[in-house]
């Protein structure tokens, strides 16, 4: 039966402006909404930029800090030391937060030990990063009664492991039971189905999850007090205390002299851009070799 | 060349419901055997006994004889061995969505450690030939993802898969439910293809395609099987008055 069609008109017109109204609305919101994450990013930035910008010259990436009083130098032994503490932490926090990941997701379902891990994991994720710091200093510097890169190193995995972890749980959830089943049905063994399958076609997703913890932690100070921290000189030895750029940014920014506050601004500006270039590089490496019409 | 099945008072269980009670079956080598029947009867949960893929999910369990020719499947070997030997194909198709074609194919030998890349490309194009799937995609094999071919090539795909192991039993869980009708024909003239040189046992709730694909076939109910039977038979002749209701369909 069809409804009397002035009925049917004169609802739908006043029905059809109303839903008019509110898709504008909605839009509208979804659009203030992006503006609001993204102007704080990009005033960050420019401020950044227009603050650090000047104190960025060749001395800065090539020369360690000038003494007091001094004009010049740089934050090269910081940089470095960042990328060293950076690289222990993420080769010991990304396989450690992976394959905790795996055991929630494909081997884990339903048991306790799974329910204590996740559980563990959220809570570790929520503590602040200064106990972590705390952490790794009661475990390995007073046991070794010295400061070193590796203690620095140790803090900043324990803060990444939860996250990987989290997501690496999560993203294997996403992949598909069909799929999973189709390898098993061929007779591949179930380790192999994990590795080759169900990790491959969640990759996108845990690269990403890796990719915001390294973030997390690059830019992280707090752990790095007790542990890494920092000095004015090169070092390359893990047994050591070694600089880092939040370190060194922390020390300079405090301090009274204008020099110093200057290459802190610097020092700020190369750390978020050392993360945007190592998150694009991932991005681009990992995104390679995907086919066409792959999902 | 097939294996015949023989299935001696098979049951298993999902938690505490017992979704398959006391089966007893011979599946001939050779033939296409398709099991027919209401949803949530059991045929589904039956095929995957085949393959010891039952017990993949954690509250199932089932006990019983399956022979596989001499092997009692779930006495002599490992759950790996027989899913090498029974291949699968599902309702829905599901290829490895990052793989291109030719790896989905290969997968099942890959995955298993081969890695003779002339053998691999012989038995991907023979597979893709053997599933009519071979001039539709053998310029693209290696630049397109296996997802993205339509639904009913990446149907045969998954059989094509399923072949490549070279397995002697064909599990099909309603392989062609999800497909158009020219998909469907295209995978129904395959099965009559494939059926001299393979076992097949094919799930499926559209009866005219039993009828058009089997030699023999079975009628499920409530986890019971109520009659085996040549496929004539249970379409003109049936002896159990549960199976003509189903098949004149006052029920179900």
Redesign the interface.
């Known amino acids: 039966m069809r409804p009397p069609t002035n009925y049917k008109s004169r609802s739908m017109r006043l029905n059809s402006a109303w839903r008019y109204g509110i898709n504008h609305l909605v839009t509208g919101l979804a659009i203030l909404s992006t503006a609001l994450v993204i102007v704080p990013l990009v005033a960050i930035l420019v401020y950044l930029i227009y603050k650090g910008a000047s104190s960025l010259n060749l001395d800065f990436f090539t020369h360690i800090p000038a003494p007091v009083g001094e004009t010049g130098g740089g934050m090269a032994n910081a940089m470095l030391g960042s990328g060293i503490v950076l690289v222990l932490a993420s080769s010991m926090g990304i396989p450690v937060g992976i394959a905790a990941g795996v055991y929630l997701a494909e081997y884990g379902?339903?048991k306790l030990l799974a329910m204590a891990v996740r559980f563990t994991a959220d809570v570790l994720n929520g503590i602040p990063s200064i106990v972590m710091g705390i952490a790794a200093y009661s475990l390995i510097v007073m046991r070794q009664m010295h400061f070193s890169a590796f203690a620095g190193g140790v803090a900043l995995a324990i803060m990444m492991v939860p996250t990987i972890t989290r997501t690496t749980e999560e993203m294997l959830m996403t992949v598909?039971h069909?799929?999973r089943?189709?390898?098993?049905?061929?007779?591949?063994?179930k380790w192999?189905?994990v590795l080759?399958?169900s990790l491959?076609?969640a990759?996108p997703g845990i690269i990403t999850g890796c990719m915001l913890a390294f973030a997390r932690v690059a830019g992280e100070t707090a752990p790095l007090l007790f542990t890494a921290f920092g000095n004015q000189f090169w070092s390359f030895k893990l047994n050591e205390p070694i600089a880092a750029l939040p370190l060194q940014i922390y020390v300079y920014a405090i301090s009274p002299y204008d020099e110093w506050h200057r290459l802190a601004w610097g020092g700020a500006l190369v750390l978020i851009l050392m993360i945007m270039v190592s998150v694009t590089l991932v991005r681009i490496y990992a995104g390679r070799g995907?086919?066409?019409?792959?999902? | 060349m097939g294996v015949g099945i023989n299935v001696e008072h098979l049951n298993a269980w999902y938690g505490t419901t017992h979704t398959l009670q006391d089966i007893n079956l011979n599946i001939p080598a050779n033939h296409a055997t398709a099991l027919i029947g209401p949803s949530g009867c059991g045929k589904s949960t039956f095929v995957r006994c085949l393959n010891r893929m039952h017990e993949t999910n954690p509250i199932a369990r089932a006990t019983g004889v399956v022979k596989m020719g001499e092997v009692d499947i779930y006495k002599d070997a490992s759950p790996v061995d027989i899913r090498r030997r029974v291949g699968m194909v599902f309702q829905r198709p599901n290829p490895f969505p990052t793989m291109s074609i030719y790896d989905n194919v290969a997968s099942g030998l890959k995955l298993n450690g081969f890695r003779n890349k002339a053998i691999l490309d012989e038995t991907v194009e023979r597979s893709l030939k053997a599933a009519a799937l071979w001039e539709e995609v053998k310029d693209d094999l290696k630049k397109k993802s296996g997802a993205s071919l339509s639904g009913g090539q990446q149907q045969r795909m998954c059989i094509a898969r399923a072949l490549a192991v070279d397995p002697e039993v064909l599990l099909m869980d309603e392989p062609a439910s999800a497909l158009d009708p020219v998909s469907t024909s295209k995978i129904e003239d395959l099965i009559f293809q494939l059926k001299s040189q393979y076992t097949i046992v094919i799930v499926t709730h559209n009866m005219q395609q039993a009828a058009r694909v089997a030699e023999n076939t079975g009628f499920f109910l409530n986890g019971k099987m109520v009659e085996f039977n040549s496929t004539d038979k249970i379409f003109t002749t049936p002896s159990d008055k549960r199976t003509e209701d189903y098949i004149t369909g006052r029920f179900g």
Do not use: D
């Open positions: 379902q339903g598909p069909s799929i089943e189709a390898a098993l049905g061929l007779g591949v063994p192999r189905t080759s399958v491959r076609t990759s995907v086919l066409k019409g792959a999902s």
